[in-house]
C-alpha cells in the first residue's frame, strides 16, 4: 500500500501536488484537499458482479480531486475504492496503477479492466486519467470535465479513443474466465448509434433500435434492473410524455437493464427534468452521462 499522505511534509505536498499527488489534472480543486489516503472497507467479494453493484450505486457521484471515496472520487480514487472494497488492493494514483496488474490488448478488454488515458492538451505518453472497462466501447470514470461518475464510450468518442495508452486487469483469473463470454456482448441500446466494429463485437449482435429521439449525452437514469422493467414503469414515462431508453447489458449470465429517460442535448434540460421525475416516477433518479 502507498504511503499515507499525512506524512509527507505538508510544504513538499503543495508544491509538487500536481505531479506526485494524482494522475488527473482537473482544472481546479478544493483550496483544502484532503491528501491522506482513505483505504476503503472491504465489503464485497472479488468478482464482476460486486463491481457492478458499485458502478450502479455511484454513478453521478461528484468529482473532487484527491477524494477516493465512499461519496467523493478522483478518477484513480474511484478505481482504487471498487477494487479496495473488494480487498484487491492496487496503487492509489493513475500512473502507478497503469504500471501494474496484467496488461492486456484493446481487443481483449472485459468487464471490470481499468483502461488509461493521456488527456493533457499536448499528448505525450503520460497517464493522466484512469477508467474502468464495462464492455463494448463503455467505460465508467470520475469525470475531470463534468466533475462526477459518468459513463463513457471508446468507440464513439474520438477524444477518448486517441488518448487511451494502456489497458490492466486487476481482477483474479478465477472471476474474469468465468464471466468472460458474456462480458464480451455489447450493450444494447434504444438509440441506433453507428459503431465501428471492434474484435470482440460480432456483427449479428448490432445495437437493436426499438425507439429514436433527438442525439444528445445527457439523460435522467431513472434505476437499473435485472430483466426489464415492468410494463406500468415504462407506460407511466411515456403518459407523462417522455422518451426512455434501455441499456441492456448481461453480468454473470443475468440480463441487467438501465433506464433512461432521454437523451437531452443541454445538461441543464435533464437536470430541469430530473425534479420532476423525482416526484412522479422514482424519487433516486439521477443525471447520467453518456459518451
Same mark, same amino acid.
Given at each position: 500500500m502507498?504511503?499515507?499522505?499525512?506524512?509527507?511534509?505538508?510544504?513538499?505536498?503543495?508544491?509538487?501536488?500536481?505531479?506526485?499527488?494524482h494522475g488527473?489534472?482537473?482544472?481546479?480543486?478544493?483550496?483544502?484537499?484532503?491528501?491522506?489516503?482513505?483505504?476503503?472497507?472491504?465489503?464485497?467479494?472479488?468478482s464482476?458482479?460486486?463491481?457492478?453493484?458499485?458502478v450502479?450505486?455511484?454513478?453521478?457521484?461528484?468529482?473532487?480531486?484527491?477524494?477516493?471515496?465512499?461519496?467523493?472520487?478522483?478518477c @484513480?480514487?474511484?478505481?482504487?475504492?471498487?477494487?479496495?472494497?473488494?480487498?484487491?488492493?492496487i496503487?492509489?494514483?493513475?500512473?502507478?496503477?497503469?504500471?501494474?496488474?496484467?496488461?492486456?490488448?484493446?481487443?481483449?478488454?472485459?468487464?471490470?479492466?481499468?483502461?488509461?488515458?493521456?488527456?493533457?492538451?499536448q499528448?505525450r505518453?503520460?497517464?493522466?486519467?484512469v477508467?474502468?472497462?464495462?464492455?463494448?466501447?463503455?467505460?465508467?470514470?470520475?469525470?475531470?470535465?463534468?466533475?462526477?461518475?459518468?459513463?463513457?464510450?471508446?468507440?464513439?468518442?474520438?477524444?477518448?479513443?486517441?488518448?487511451?495508452?494502456?489497458?490492466?486487469? $486487476?481482477?483474479?483469473?478465477?472471476?474474469t474466465?468465468? /464471466?468472460? +463470454?458474456?462480458? &464480451?456482448?455489447?450493450?444494447?441500446?434504444?438509440?441506433?448509434?453507428?459503431?465501428?466494429?471492434?474484435?470482440?463485437?460480432?456483427a449479428k449482435?448490432?445495437?437493436k +433500435?426499438i425507439k429514436k429521439?433527438?442525439?444528445?449525452?445527457?439523460? /435522467?437514469?431513472v434505476?437499473?434492473?435485472?430483466?426489464?422493467?415492468?410494463?406500468?414503469l415504462? @407506460?407511466?414515462?411515456?403518459?407523462?410524455? $417522455?422518451?426512455?431508453?434501455l441499456?441492456?447489458?448481461?453480468?454473470?449470465?443475468?440480463?441487467?437493464?438501465?433506464?433512461?429517460?432521454?437523451?437531452y442535448? &443541454?445538461?441543464?434540460?435533464?437536470?430541469?427534468?430530473?425534479g420532476?421525475?423525482?416526484?412522479?416516477i422514482?424519487?433516486d433518479?439521477?443525471?447520467?452521462?453518456?459518451?
Open positions: 502507498s504511503p499515507s499522505y499525512s506524512t509527507i511534509n505538508i510544504v513538499s505536498v503543495l508544491a509538487l501536488g500536481a505531479l506526485f499527488i488527473c489534472k482537473p482544472p481546479h480543486h478544493p483550496s483544502n484537499p484532503n491528501y491522506a489516503i482513505q483505504k476503503p472497507t472491504v465489503k464485497y467479494a472479488p464482476t458482479k460486486s463491481l457492478d453493484k458499485m450502479k450505486k455511484l454513478q453521478g457521484q461528484p468529482y473532487v480531486w484527491a477524494e477516493e471515496g465512499p461519496n467523493h472520487f478522483d @484513480s480514487g474511484f478505481t482504487y475504492y471498487m477494487y479496495g472494497s473488494m480487498g484487491i488492493e496503487p492509489r494514483v493513475a500512473r502507478e496503477q497503469a504500471k501494474n496488474g496484467q496488461e492486456i490488448k484493446m481487443n481483449e478488454l472485459i468487464y471490470g479492466d481499468l483502461i488509461f488515458f493521456d488527456t493533457e492538451p499528448r505518453g503520460r497517464i493522466t486519467h477508467g474502468m472497462y464495462l464492455g463494448n466501447g463503455w467505460f465508467t470514470h470520475a469525470s475531470t470535465t463534468k466533475y462526477e461518475v459518468v459513463y463513457s464510450n471508446l468507440n464513439t468518442s474520438t477524444y477518448y479513443k486517441k488518448r487511451l495508452r494502456i489497458c490492466r486487469r $486487476y481482477l483474479p483469473e478465477s472471476q474466465k468465468i /464471466v468472460k +463470454v458474456d462480458a &464480451q456482448k455489447p450493450w444494447k441500446t434504444k438509440e441506433s448509434i453507428k459503431i465501428k466494429a471492434t474484435p470482440v463485437v460480432k449482435t448490432a445495437p +433500435v429521439y433527438t442525439l444528445g449525452n445527457f439523460y /435522467v437514469q434505476g437499473s434492473f435485472t430483466g426489464t422493467p415492468k410494463k406500468d415504462l @407506460s407511466k414515462i411515456t403518459r407523462a410524455g $417522455y422518451h426512455y431508453h441499456i441492456k447489458f448481461p453480468i454473470n449470465g443475468k440480463q441487467i437493464s438501465k433506464l433512461l429517460i432521454g437523451p442535448k &443541454q445538461r441543464s434540460d435533464a437536470v430541469h427534468l430530473l420532476k421525475v423525482k416526484k412522479t422514482q424519487k433518479a439521477f443525471i447520467a452521462e453518456i459518451r
